[in-house]
């Protein structure tokens, strides 16, 4: 089990950046494959990326890909979600979550931070 905390969420313009940051508690967080998701207004929870325990792999939703880097520190026990080129589209509470090495599913997820780009 992890607990997670995202930051880095506020209001950019279109075009602009920003970059989300997931601290992790606990000793294992490098045990644990992360993920972005979002969700906006009135639609439901989307995946955005994920990476693996090393950071080796990731992998994109065709929506971000390109515009979007994910990474991680494990020394720091933080994820980071890049975002540039912001479309008014990508509004949307944003959340990390850790991948349970048993279950194999997200069972663990932040409270989410918010990210609103106006046009």
Do not use: H
Request: contains cysteine; charged residues 20%.
């Amino acid at each position: 089990q992890v607990q997670l905390v995202e930051s880095g969420g506020g209001l950019v313009q279109a075009g602009g950046s920003l970059r989300l940051s997931c601290a992790a508690s606990g000793r294992t967080f490098s045990s644990y494959s992360m993920g972005w998701f979002r969700q906006a207004p009135g639609k439901e929870r989307e995946f955005v990326a994920k990476i693996s325990r090393s950071g080796g792999m990731t992998y994109y939703a065709d929506s971000v890909k390109g515009r979007f880097t994910i990474s991680r520190d494990n020394a720091k026990n933080t994820v980071y979600l890049e975002m540039n080129s912001l479309k008014p589209e990508d509004t949307a509470v944003y959340y990390c979550a850790a991948v349970d090495p048993t279950t194999k599913s997200y069972g663990d997820w932040g409270q989410g931070t918010q990210v609103t780009v106006s046009s």
